[in-house]
Structures are given as C-alpha cells and as structure tokens.
C-alpha cells in the first residue's frame, strides 16, 4: 500500500516497517544472531539457540540491491533469499511522486516500487480533494499507465516524477461505480451500515471518550492548568454499589452521527435503460435527484459525464413526469456527479465539503472493513433512508462488487483450492499464500452467511422442490446448502436430529484440524456454518463433477453408510499417513460387508472422492477426533473408577461426541512426560554408580511438542532452560499443530543438525536415547528394554519410540475389526478410557485451579467457553465443572466463576429451546414470537400473552401444502401458548437432561435471587447467542403489570457463523518469539521482532484482526516499559479500535485493551480522558459481568489512584474500599494483593489527615507483609516507614488540636504538612497494581542483565541451576486468541 502524505497516517497498511539503518548501527552486533535463531525459535521444539543453523557462510548483507531479485512477488513487500534461509528485510525505499489532478495544486504522494499503479487510484479515491474522481487515468509524460504495473516495472518514473489525472469517459459499469462511490462518500459518517451488520461494517466509540484522536489532543490541552478543569464525577450507576444497569450508556450518541444532509434524494431512474436513439448519443443511464433546497433534478450519466436534462417533474405525482434525456439549459456537464450538485445545490457545496472534512479526520480503522461480519445486539431506532444503490445489491444476487470479476460468478471451491496450491517455499510465497487464503475465506464465509439466509428466508429455489421442506437441498453463487435435519434416517443410530445439528461442527472442527496440518495434494471442502431464525445450515463448496455423479460411484475411500460397505485407496492411505502423526490418528484396518479386511488412516465416514479436476478431496470429518467414552455408555464396558466416581458414563443426545483436539494435545503430552519420568528413573537407576550428581526434575520440563521428536529430523533435546518456546508458547491445538509442520520442514532445512554440545550429564543423554537419536546406545539392550517399559506403560504404539495415536472407529456402531487386531483394539479402548478419565482428573482441576490464581478469568461466556475449550472440556461438561466448582473448599474465592457458568448453562438451554421455538414461527409473526420469548425468559411479568399478527395476515394455507413450503415458514401459532412458567420449567429439565446439573427454580427472578445474576447480563448473553438485535433503551424487567418487550423492541435476527480462521503462520511464530525474547529481558530485540510479526499479520489479514489486536497490544506494553509513551498511546488506541471492531464494543478484551489506554493517558498527562475511558471501562463490565468480579478490584485500584492523583479524595475512598472488598473475597484476606489496597487506602486518607483511618489501614498492611514476606523484605520495610511517618503526623496534629483547646484563638500553630500527591507517586502505583514493573534502563544495566540471563541459561545447562531465580524482569500475560 502507499503510505499516504496526509489523511491516512502511513502507519495503516504495513505498520512500522523495520527501520534497517538502526539495525545496522546499534544492533549489529546481534542482527546477525536473531536473524539465524528466528526459525529454531518459532518452532517450538526445543533446538538450543546457541547451535547456529548450519547453513553455508550465515552472514546475510542487507543491500539495498535486493529489489532486482524480486520480480514476481508483486504483492508482498519483497524478501531476500540469500542461502536458502530466510532473512525478512522489507524494503522500504520508498519515494515521492508529484501528482496534478484537474482543478486541484500539485501534491506530493510518497510510494514504494513494490506498489501497483491501482493502489495510487485508490489513494486518490480516499482524499479529501480528489475524491470524488473515479473514472480516470494516471499518465507520465502523456502515456497512460497500466493499472496492474507495478511501480518499479515503469520505465522513466522515478523520484519526483510527475503524474496526471486525465479524466476518462464513462462506461455503464464505470458510471455505477461512480454513483456508488458517491453514495458511499455521502454515508461514509453513518453508522446504519454497522448497525444492520453489513459489508463489514462494524460500531467504535473510543473517539467519543478521546475527543477525537489522543495523538492530537496531548498536544492541545496546556498541562499546567489542567487539573481545575476535569469534571470527576462519574454518572451515578458507575459507582460501586449501584444497582442501577442501564443500557442506553452502551452506544453514546456521537454528535458527529447527526448526518450532515448533503442531498434528499439520489435514486436511478425509472426510465432506464436508454433507448436505442439516446444511446446512440452517448447516454448510460438516468438519476433522479432532490436537493436540500427541494429542487427535484434529471440527470443523465453520459460518457463525457452528467448533465441535467430537460425532464420535467410538474408536480409529485409521477403520472405528469415529461420525459426528455437532452441537455437542459445550462446543462452543467461535469465530470463528476459532486460537481454537478455543487453548482446546482448551495447547500450541498457546504455540507459535502464539512462532509469529507470529517471524514478524512476519523481514525483509519474506524473506518476500514472488518475481515468478518460482527453484529451488534443493540442498536437505537435509525431512519430508514431511501438508497437506491442497497436496494440495486438486494435484489441482484451480486456479491459486493461481483461485476468487477470477469466471468460473474465465482467458482468458490476452484478458488478455495487454487490458493493452497500456491507455492509455499520461502517467506514471500508464504504471504501471497497465506494472504490469498485468508481473503478467499472472509469473502466464502461472507457469501456462504449471505447465502444460507436466502435459503432460510425462502429466496433459493430448492434442487429437490418436490421433498418435504427438512429434506431440501440448496445451490446459490456455487455453495451447496443442506439443513441440519436427519435426511434419510441417515444418523438414525446415532441420535437422529441431534445427532444431525451437531455433526456439521464435528466437521468443521475436522476441516480446520486437516487445513491446519496442510498436506500437499489433500484437499479439504470450503466449510461454514450457519444458525440463523432456529435452523443450521451447512454451506459447503462444490467437488466437481459431484452433482453428476451418484455418491456410490463417486467414493473411492471410506464407507457412505457408516461402517457397512468400506473401500480403500493407496493414494489417500499415503495422503493420510501424512496427517497421522500431527492429528493423532492411527492406522488401522476394518471389515468391509464380506468380511474382508480394508486399511483405513480415519474414521470409517471420512470419504474419499477424486473431482473432475483430479483432486483428492475427503469429506465428512466429524470423526476426526476419537469419541468422548464419558458421553457414550457401551454395553459391557467399564470406565476408570475417576471416570465412574463422578457418574460417568452419561446418556446424551447422540453418539457423535467427541474429545476435542486441545485435550488429545493435552493428553499426549501428559503421556510424555510420564514416559519420560519412566524412562529417566530407570536409566538413572542403571547409571548411579557413574554419576549420582544429576538432578532429576530437570528432565520433566524437557522440550515441548513432544511426540513430534520424529527420528528422521534429528533435532537436540535441551533442558528447559534453552528453549525459552516451549515454557511460554501458548499449547493452543492450533499453534502446536503449525509448530509441528514447520518444525519438520526447518529441522530438514538446517541440514542434519547435531547435537553440538557435551552431554554435561546423564540426563541430556537419556533425553537422546528416547528420542531415538544416538543410535549407537540403543543397541545396548538395557536401554532398549527401559524404553520398551516405558512404552508399554503409557500405550504408545511403537515399543522403540513414544508415539500415541488413537483409532477413531473404536466403539462406532456397525465397525467390525479383523480378529488378528484383538490385541490392539483392546489397547485403543483403554487409551480412550484413559483420555477420558484425563479429562475429568486433570483438566477440569487444572482449569479451577488456574481460576483459583486468577490466570484464568472469564468475564462472560465467550471467556468461560475460550477457557473450557483451550484445556480441551467440551462444553458439555458445564454441569460437571460447576459441580466441581461447588465441592472445592475456596468456593467462596471462585463465586464469579460460578455464577458466569450458571448463567452460560441457563442461556444455553434456552437457546436449545428457542432454536425448536422459532421454527414454528411464520415470518410475520417473527418479532412478536421473539418479544414474547423474552418476555418469558427475563420479565417478572407472570403472564406474558403474546400478541398475534392480525387476523389478515396469518397464514391460511392448509397442511396438503406442506410439501414446498420454505423452510424457514412456519405456519403455526403455537409458539404464542408459551408461559414464563413453562420455559422456565423446560430450561430445568433441559439442564437436567444435557448438563446434569440441577437448577431449582421455576422463574427469571428466583433465578436472579439465587445465583446473583442480572437481568441485563442475561439478556446480552441470550441475544448474543441466537443473534438477536434489541432497541436499544431502558427494559423495565421488574414490573409486575406489564411484559419488558413489545415487538417493536426486536429489530432483527443475524446469523450465528461458524467457520475456519486462517493462519498467518510466520507472523504467528515471529509473535511467539518476540514474546519469548521480552520474557528474557530481551525487551529491544523482542520488539523488533514483535514489530516484524506486525508487518506480516498486516501483510496476511489486512489492518483489521484480533491478532493484529494482540500485537498492537504487547507493543504498546513494550513501548510504555521502554520510555516511549507517545508511541504506547498510538499502539494502544489502535489496539482499542480494532478490538471494538473486531470483537465487540463490549467484549472482555475490549475492556481490558480500555483499561491499558487510560494508564498509557495518565502518563502521557491527559487525565481527564484517563478517567472517561476508565468510567467507560467500569459500565461495560457492570454490564458484562457485574460488580462482584476480581477483575473489578483491578478496574476500581485505577480509577482510585487517577482520583487520588486529581484530589477527590472522597470519590477516590468510594473505589479503593470497593477494590479492598473485592480484593479480600478473591484473593484471601492475607493475600498481597489485599496488603498493596490497604496501602492506597491508606495513602487517601493520609492525604485527608484522617490519620487514625490510615494508619488502621496500612497497620493492616504491615502485618500481611510481615506475615508472607518476612521483616527482611523491603516491602515490610517500606509499609513500617509509611507507618512511622503516619504515627508522626497523627501526633503533631493532636499536638495542634489540643494547643488549640487551651489557647484558643492565640495559638501559635505550626503549618501541617498536607500532601497531595505527586502524579509520579500516583503512576508509579499504577504501574504497580497493572503488573509492570520498571526496570532503569540505561545501557549498562541492559549488558548486566544481558549477561546475567545468560550466566543463569549456562548453570542450568550444566544441570546445577543454583537458587530458585527471582521473577523475571518483566511479565507480559499477552497471549494470541486462537479459536
């Protein structure tokens, strides 16, 4: 992209290239070294980083001269290749060109030779003064450059040239585009788009409460005076103990949102096409316009340009319209539609100009499209304004800008499949690969969302019309649609219709799983599913050639009834054996209908077709991962007793659940570390009398990724010490299965790397026994009979090496094995007992445990469900885990937890319901059947009624018309019978059945009583789940005489999605190691790196995506600990944008990324917007979770120190007692979280001279810190000052008071010291409670901290770590979301 001179700050497309001149100079010394470590880092298996990669000289030159090397990688910005390894160097020797467009001064545009010529229309097309240009071209001395030139291919351009604007003439397609370019400038400030969840367009409110953007703001306020001005107070229902939860404070109204009206109306006109004898004049087509001063206009488009025309509008009704397309007099003939208007509309001149103004000023990503569609719950009453250009795209079944493609439609699955075949041998491939990918995906999922809601709204001709409604299938814009129904008693044994709505997620879970381990030749289907007005719906890209075919012939691989006829196939068997070992997958072999024996490397339904275009396609995933056995009792089967202690194995809804990725992940490593445990201690055993020396423990924390040590990629196992990876990188299904494929790809790459150190004791020895890399001492064979020991006891299925794989058809009704796999199938049976006693024993402990000490903690559901699923629990074992939570004696410091699972179960079980509830609503009646629904889950009202549609309006087709109704068309009106008491009872016995968990309550407001909950949170939580969308205003859900909603509070119903993210692999592990080097202490190098995962996220996902969001964070963090707070501002306000846009206004991390901005304000001096956002942060937790949360401690302590720093002590008291409260519940009474609140109460009150108060509170604090640190520590020292100094104080002012008795109004007084407190005081415990701790960062200082990590790397390589470390430098608990 060109990094544009002035309305787009540069930093929006690729953010902060690597600035290489600084590498070059300070750096030098270990640029050369990171860039050799960056692979062996990001692979997370564990190679020492003191082994440099063997690969030729090593050395790389960054020169300038490189561009020359780079024909054909057009997009990205270019990498050099010396020596087969990769160095990312983005070149950015850019330059500036002048370019003169008609009417306007010459201006200078800064670009870089990498860039296309159509990126500098685009630029064009954004600025404030040539907007309004669409059709021209751009020439240098009078030729007209290529659109898709690139820069550097441009013979004579260089800097300085000059470039023109020529205006072209029109086409019909150049024409709409121009009208549609004009009517989005006309919208560009209005918020309807992001409301109604289209194009990408999603809510941001940061600039309400910045004013605007904080880069300028710092810069405008004097910092001297400031702090008379600040209006403290927050609204009432901010402060703690307010019942009060309002919604309206949700979306606050912008001011700027009151549209500037340009123009009434803008519409084609109902005389289009032109006739032959007009177009022979040149006419394209016809608008109709009004004008703000009310003059109703006819223009024709032409290809010179738009002219008013003769048509004359007597009076409004249409019938007296006189149609004349020739020039009026005088035509105005302007190139561009604003022209035109501006000469014939006054106030349209102003307003556009005001218009763009505004416009250019907002933040960019305020504005760019999201890369997925994100609906908001809530929205005000907007206007419904004509459009002629949203109602053109509604009913054309165009998508966005179809007609730009040549050959209309897309052939999505060719797409989706072209793009991983792109080449993927060096970093710049891996972009253009990885960026394809991701684009070809957001537009599928965004034409598959839009797809599968004309399939549900009845607007898609079925392919099968004559089947009942369950049974349609669908084809729209080349995407196969199906509904979750069991078609065919297909699932018959396998639960049927529930069996049917859970196996489209089975297989996109399946889909993701194989598109993450990306083997060459094995294709997989474009996935996305759809829950939308009750129903699921697949959509699915279309196999060549499939729908001429029937499916018997069609499948080549595996069995399309489930296990009764099964065929094989070489190609996909060696296809497969690929995916094995990353997915955890055996080899096996089945019986087919003759009892023969068939190999497969999948589950039996996995099938296998070769498409027209001969690729190899599987499909039908959703056995990927083997079943869950606490869910699927078996006759004659018994489960581990952990298993049976807790009531396993439970009956539920269908025979398709199944362990989740995370927890095989989770298991196997388990396994690993037992092996080696085993392992060790008995070669210990043998060694001890050469060397009794060695430390045991060490050999646990042994490289992570564990059994993809494969013996061909012969790597060196390390202590744990050297592979910084594996202790910090997140063990996220995802990120393991990449590190996996690059590990392999990089370890061969490297050349046979050997292990270049001395084995310094045993133990890094009997790390490379088990690996199976010194052949030489497995042939001893002790060694191979511990090994063989150890393997047999974890259930690995090789003797000679740890590998556990499991066979997905164990326990699938219909499988036979052949008799000689007795044995093993046995084995796999146990395994799977095992796996799910693993679940129960150590994950859900685990995940209480880390709930515990607080390094888990879910805000709402989203965050509970992200917990649950990255420690691998299927949500169906919500019950469980609360049952657990219960049973834990700290019960009391895990209420929040409790109560968000409560809530997430309750809402849960209602959406089952209101999934069955909607399916029998008709369309006219979907707003009153969706009101009353609510009415019965939230209002206290007990007898909510609800209100039919009109007579007129209910549907009176009988049922022998059933047979082709839409699906989505109900006819009845059952759903009106419905009564709060009802529901509440079928959300009872729905938690019974599903969750096994008990709630007795039998309405909304026992409920409420019992857990503690809200109603509003309740209601987010629900709507957020099905996709409703409520008006946004105060509910008055406790009135006893009148229901919450009435239909015209439901706006609208979105689609729920579900599909595959992407990954930007190399940008992923550029994260992870960045992350790694700033846990060391490396801060500078960790930010470079950081910076460069940045450039590659951008160059993958575009500016807009949660992981961008991740990195802006990090390095806001980073920018702050190293001094530079201008810079910490800039990252972290993006960093709020995007979370806003992508997540949610109100999501968790939206709260937090707040939290983070209004600290980076107060240190930057701006209290007063620290504060707003602060309050901001404060209500959207009420709303989200509630007061009772630990989290709020956090929230309060800030808002009481800013406080505290701006004198209003009272105020500040209010937030730090709430903090204390909170604190104490969560974290223990003598916990030091509670000691650091009674300090800063303390301090307030030493600032109002209550001493007595302050010393009580920092008494307090004294004893915690006595009790936990010792007397010896500072902090014990620090407190027993603060409390001399108060002892002090307390006594000169008694003294004082009681010279005052005696004396009266004579006394001599002597001044007391009062002290507000400094705002370096203030920030310096701001910085405290947020968790960063400063380190003086002065050059030397760095050295010996240099020097000091790696003094410790080398005693614990030589196995005799000494003391325990103290804390590292630096925590950052930033870690990439990954779905």
Known sequence: MVSKTDDIPASVPNCNPVDLADEAGDGAQDSKETSKTHLKESCGCGHSADTAMVNGDGAHEHTEEDDSKQDGNSETDGGDESNEQEVI??????????????????????????????????????????????????????????????????????????????????????????????RDLLKSLDPSDAYNGVDCNSLSFLSIFTDGDLGDSGKRKKKGNELEQID?????????????????????????????????????????????????????????????????????????????????NISTSSTTYTFNPKPANPSFLSHSLVELLSQISPAFKKNFTALQKKRVQRHPFERIATPFQVYSWTAPQVDHAMDCVRAEDAYTSRLGYEEHIPGQTRDWNEELQTTRELPRKNLPERLLRERAIFKVHSDFAAAATRGAMAVIDGNVMAINPGEETRMQMFIWNNIFFSLGFDVRDHYRELGGDAAAHVAPTNDLNGVRAYGAVDVEGLYTLGTVVVDYRGYRVTAQSIIPGILEREQEQSVIYGSIDFGKTVVSHSKYLELLEKTSRPLKVQRHNVLNEKSESVELCSSVECKGIIGNDGRHYILDLLRTFPPDLNFLPVDGEELSPESRRQGFPRQHRHHLACLRQELIEAFVEHRYLLFMKMAALQLMQQKANKDAKADIPAITETAEAPSENSADTTQTQTTASDSPTATEAPTDSTSQTESNTSAASQAATAGEENSSRPATNGLVEAAAILNGECKSPLEDPKSREVVLNACKAVGSISNTSFDIRFNPDIFSPGVRFPDDSTDDVQKQKQLLKDAAAFLLSCQIPSLVKDCLDHSALPMDGATLTEALRQRGINIRYLGTVLEFVDKTPAKAQLEHFYRIGISELITRCAKHIFKTYLQGVELSALSAAVSHFLNCFLSSFPDAVAHLPPDELVSRRKSRKRRNRVPGGGDNTAWASLTPNELWKNIASEAQSYYHFTIQCESVDQVVEKYGFQKTTLLREISVKTGIQILIKEYNFDSRHKPAFTEEDILNIFPVVKHVNPKASDAFHFFQSGQAKVQQGFLKEGSELINEALNLFNNVYGAMHVEICACLRLLARLNYIMGDHAEALSNQQKAVLMSERVLGIEHPNTIQEYMHLALYCFANGQLSTALKLLYRARYLMLLVSGEDHPEMALLDSNIGLVLHGVMEYDLSLRFLENALTINTKYHGPRSLKVALSHHLVARVYESKAEFRSALQHEKEGYTIYKNQMGEAHEKTKESSEFLKYLTQQAVALQRTMNEIYKNGSNASITPLKFTAPSMASVLEQLNIINGIIFIPLSQKDLENLKAEVQRRQQLQELGKSEEPTEDRPLELEDKIPID
Request: proline share 8%.
């Open 232 to 312: 403290c107070t927050p609204p009432e229902h901010i402060l703690p103990g307010s019942k009060d939860r309002p919604l309206v404070p949700l979306q606050p109204q912008n001011k700027e949102w009151k549209p500037m009206q340009c123009l009434k109306v803008l519409t084609m006109s109902g005389w289009n096409p032109p006739p032959g004898n007009r177009k022979m004049h040149g006419d394209l087509m016809y608008l109709c316009m009004v004008t703000v001063e009310e003059r109703h206009v006819s223009v024709t488009a032409s290809t010179r340009g738009f002219y008013l025309n003769q048509s004359v």
């Open 89 to 182: 160097v983005i070149q950015d020797t850019g330059f500036t060109v002048k370019i003169q467009a008609p009417g306007t001064e010459p201006f200078d545009l800064q670009v870089s030779p990498q860039e296309m010529v159509q990126e500098i229309h685009q630029v064009l097309m954004d600025r404030e003064d040539t907007c309004h240009r669409t059709c021209f071209s751009l020439q240098l001395d009078g030729n007209v450059l290529d659109n898709f030139a690139e820069l550097k291919s441009i013979e004579g351009l260089q800097e300085g040239s000059l470039l023109k604007v020529v205006e072209e003439p029109y086409t019909v397609r150049e024409a709409r585009i121009h009208v549609r370019h004009i």
